[in-house]
């Protein structure tokens, strides 16, 4: 079907407003248009021509990403301490003859590190933007590699929780960065994938870490608990030194008006003669369209700017992907281990099953991708709640009913699942999500804003967790059954589908209003990049000293006229 006969059949079609008109008088329509038949070229890429023709983005990109198996693992790494009989010995307190770590020490060195990760995140939100993906992600590495020092040598408990907290500062700054850096690094058609490539690195650090602790467990003295913190060291340190070859953002770049940076970068990352002459211009000339689309919305890349006009609704779609992604059920499988151990489970099986569990979560992540190629990210994040909703619900309910070994296995594999199907859906899909939704300009710190509210809402869940785990033990199904249906309420009623879109056209669907269950069902248009020759924009009259006078031309620019607007453009409501 012809993009002419799709207009007429589409209930609805969205073009450019009048304010993003106005915004993009400093445009070359004929670069533009080149741009524009590039981007619709990338949809059209089948997923073997895209890592055909892009695999060096996808290279650069999964490098980026390779940060947060760091973070997985160190995260994982000292909460499996808290038994282990050297760390006891150079830590522990004598209760009742015994040396343990106090409950409210273990909650304090967990939340402490959260508490530095909620510091990453600002000093992120502002680095990235303003010094590029590169820089702060380098500056990260050596700050990380320093403060690896502390905890591998920490003599106290004070010491030891000074070390988590500097160390989490790195960690919120990669948390964020790694998705906004895929997201822009990346060709349409590729960008989901990488992005929720971010779920693995979670999930491989954890697996990582808990192979490195089961060696470790014969060894004798301090080196039991300080070489696997040394172990990071493996990370920061190639990550720092070949960060310095990553390309730029593209998009960055152009926000800055380093153009010819951008058009380097933008050959860099495709196969060799991929472009034909012109495009990588035309490219360049449509990122900086679709910035003068961000900027019609006001979104000039500060802060307060996520929270006027349309970017208001993004903000808050962003929030709530990420607090459906903490809400949505999944904190029940904290408890997984604890049911079957009840079921006569050993504590080695329970430390092979816990490794079980870390390695759901990679084949999660690999069943998502194939998910992502055939269906929406709003589908996924739909039914992937649903999911989780119908498996607590018999939970809740085996945890009516009298306490006998069947029934705790059947709870311990029913959580089991929810793990699994958090993994295949809203954990990966939701970096995909938060990375397409923001304004090209403010997506670095739209992302970190979110990431920052998912930190405090998982420190609120990990603080209720304990009390619901005494109080309601498998009738806690019931409670996370009651959240999950709140996420599905709000996600089928707010969140949109953002895939196969580019930036632009998210610009554009944002700016008309478009209801979130509506984004599918409109038709796109561009027609300040599709149709140059369809809007008039008068040239600046020279003075008689042959300048341009910047005043007539500043007054001419208010008089951008469409020539010819589409016959069926309708506007939506909100």
Same mark, same amino acid.
């Given at each position: 079907?012809?993009?002419?006969?799709?207009?007429?059949?589409?209930?609805?079609?969205?073009?450019?407003?009048? #304010?993003?008109?106005?915004?993009?008088?400093?445009?070359?329509?004929?670069?533009?248009?080149?741009?524009?038949?590039?981007?619709?070229?990338?949809?059209?890429?089948?997923?073997?021509?895209?890592?055909?023709?892009?695999?060096?983005?996808?290279?650069?990109?999964?490098?980026?990403?390779?940060?947060?198996?760091?973070?997985?693992?160190?995260?994982?790494?000292?909460?499996?301490?808290?038994?282990?009989?050297?760390?006891? #010995?150079?830590?522990?307190?004598?209760?009742?003859?015994?040396?343990?770590?106090?409950?409210?020490?273990?909650?304090?060195?967990?939340?402490?590190? $959260?508490?530095?990760?909620?510091?990453?995140?600002?000093?992120?939100?502002?680095?990235?933007?303003?010094?590029?993906?590169?820089?702060?992600?380098?500056?990260?590495?050596?700050?990380?590699?320093?403060?690896?020092?502390?905890?591998?040598?920490?003599?106290?408990? %004070?010491?030891?929780?000074?070390?988590?907290?500097?160390?989490?500062?790195?960690?919120?700054?990669?948390?964020?960065?790694?998705?906004?850096?895929?997201?822009?690094?990346?060709?349409?058609?590729?960008?989901?994938?990488?992005?929720?490539?971010?779920?693995?690195?979670?999930?491989?650090?954890?697996?990582?870490?808990?192979?490195?602790?089961?060696?470790?467990?014969?060894?004798?003295?301090? /080196?039991?608990?300080?070489?696997?913190?040394?172990?990071?060291?493996?990370?920061?340190?190639?990550?720092?030194?070949?960060?310095?070859?990553?390309?730029?953002?593209? /998009?960055?770049?152009?926000?800055?008006?380093?153009?010819?940076? #951008?058009?380097?970068?933008?050959?860099?990352?495709?196969?060799?003669?991929?472009?034909?002459?012109?495009?990588?211009?035309?490219?360049?000339?449509?990122?900086?369209?679709?910035?003068?689309?961000?900027?019609?919305?006001?979104?000039?890349?500060?802060?307060?700017?996520?929270?006027?006009?349309?970017?208001?609704?993004?903000?808050?779609?962003?929030?709530?992907?990420?607090?459906?992604?903490?809400?949505?059920?999944?904190?029940?499988?904290?408890?997984?281990?604890?049911?079957?151990?009840?079921?006569?489970?050993?504590?080695?099986?329970?430390?092979?099953?816990?490794?079980?569990? =870390?390695?759901?979560?990679?084949?999660?992540?690999?069943?998502?991708?194939?998910?992502?190629?055939?269906?929406?990210?709003?589908?996924?994040?739909?039914?992937?709640?649903?999911?989780?909703?119908?498996?607590?619900? %018999?939970?809740?309910?085996?945890?009516?009913?009298?306490?006998?070994?069947?029934?705790?296995?059947?709870?311990?594999?029913?959580?089991?699942?929810?793990?699994?199907?958090?993994?295949?859906?809203?954990?990966?899909?939701?970096?995909?999500?938060?990375?397409?939704?923001?304004?090209?300009?403010?997506?670095?710190?739209?992302?970190?804003?979110?990431?920052?509210?998912?930190?405090?809402?998982?420190?609120?869940? =990990?603080?209720?967790?304990?009390?619901?785990?005494?109080?309601?033990?498998?009738?806690?199904?019931?409670?996370?059954?009651?959240?999950?249906?709140?996420?599905?309420? /709000?996600?089928?009623?707010?969140?949109?589908?953002?895939?196969?879109?580019?930036?632009?056209?998210?610009?554009?669907?944002?700016?008309?209003?478009?209801?979130?269950?509506?984004?599918?069902?409109?038709?796109?248009?561009?027609?300040?990049?599709? =149709?140059?020759?369809?809007?008039?924009?008068?040239?600046?009259?020279? $003075?008689?000293?042959?300048?341009?006078?910047?005043?007539?031309?500043?007054?001419?620019?208010?008089?951008?006229?469409?020539?010819?607007?589409?016959?069926?453009?309708?506007?939506?409501?909100?």
């Amino acid at each position: 079907m012809s993009v002419h006969e799709k207009d007429q059949a589409s209930d609805a079609v969205v073009d450019v407003t009048d #304010a993003q008109i106005l915004a993009d008088v400093e445009i070359d329509h004929n670069l533009l248009r080149l741009g524009h038949e590039v981007i619709e070229r990338q949809k059209r890429e089948t997923f073997a021509q895209t890592w055909r023709n892009h695999w060096r983005a996808a290279i650069w990109s999964l490098f980026i990403s390779t940060a947060l198996w760091m973070e997985g693992y160190d995260t994982a790494v000292v909460n499996s301490f808290f038994g282990l009989p050297q760390f006891l #010995a150079r830590f522990g307190v004598m209760q009742n003859g015994k040396l343990i770590i106090p409950a409210s020490t273990q909650g304090a060195l967990g939340n402490i590190a $959260t508490c530095g990760q909620l510091v990453g995140l600002v000093v992120t939100g502002f680095c990235q933007e303003r010094y590029g993906a590169k820089r702060t992600f380098f500056w990260g590495m050596i700050f990380m590699i320093g403060t690896i020092f502390l905890a591998v040598f920490a003599q106290s408990m %004070p010491m030891l929780m000074g070390a988590e907290f500097i160390m989490g500062i790195p960690w919120g700054m990669f948390q964020t960065l790694t998705t906004a850096y895929a997201s822009e690094i990346c060709p349409i058609n590729m960008r989901g994938y990488l992005a929720a490539y971010a779920s693995v690195g979670w999930g491989g650090g954890r697996f990582v870490s808990t192979g490195v602790l089961r060696g470790t467990l014969g060894m004798k003295g301090d /080196w039991a608990w300080r070489l696997p913190y040394a172990i990071q060291w493996i990370w920061p340190v190639p990550l720092a030194a070949l960060v310095v070859f990553a390309p730029e953002s593209p /998009w960055w770049l152009v926000r800055k008006g380093r153009m010819e940076e #951008a058009k380097a970068v933008i050959r860099r990352t495709a196969r060799r003669d991929f472009y034909a002459p012109g495009e990588i211009d035309g490219y360049a000339e449509y990122m900086k369209h679709t910035d003068a689309l961000d900027r019609a919305d006001r979104a000039r890349g500060s802060f307060l700017d996520m929270f006027r006009g349309n970017n208001l609704r993004r903000t808050e779609i962003q929030l709530g992907v990420w607090i459906v992604q903490i809400w949505n059920g999944n904190a029940i499988t904290g408890l997984t281990v604890e049911f079957l151990e009840q079921a006569g489970m050993t504590t080695t099986f329970a430390f092979d099953f816990n490794m079980i569990l =870390n390695a759901l979560s990679l084949v999660g992540v690999a069943v998502s991708w194939v998910l992502l190629r055939y269906m929406g990210r709003r589908p996924i994040y739909l039914y992937g709640t649903l999911s989780i909703i119908l498996l607590n619900l %018999p939970i809740g309910i085996l945890g009516c009913l009298p306490s006998t070994t069947p029934r705790l296995m059947a709870i311990g594999s029913l959580m089991t699942l929810i793990n699994f199907a958090f993994h295949f859906s809203l954990g990966p899909v939701c970096y995909t999500i938060v990375g397409e939704l923001p304004a090209s300009s403010l997506r670095a710190r739209s992302i970190a804003l979110g990431r920052f509210v998912y930190v405090v809402n998982s420190i609120v869940v =990990n603080e209720i967790n304990p009390y619901l785990t005494l109080d309601l033990a498998a009738k806690a199904g019931f409670f996370w059954m009651g959240t999950g249906i709140l996420c599905l309420v /709000w996600a089928w009623i707010r969140m949109p589908e953002t895939g196969g879109f580019s930036f632009a056209e998210l610009d554009i669907l944002f700016a008309n209003k478009v209801p979130a269950r509506k984004f599918k069902k409109v038709v796109v248009r561009d027609h300040l990049a599709e =149709n140059p020759e369809a809007f008039s924009v008068p040239v600046p009259q020279q $003075t008689s000293h042959g300048m341009d006078d910047k005043a007539d031309a500043k007054n001419d620019v208010l008089h951008v006229e469409r020539v010819d607007s589409h016959p069926h453009r309708h506007q939506l409501e909100a």
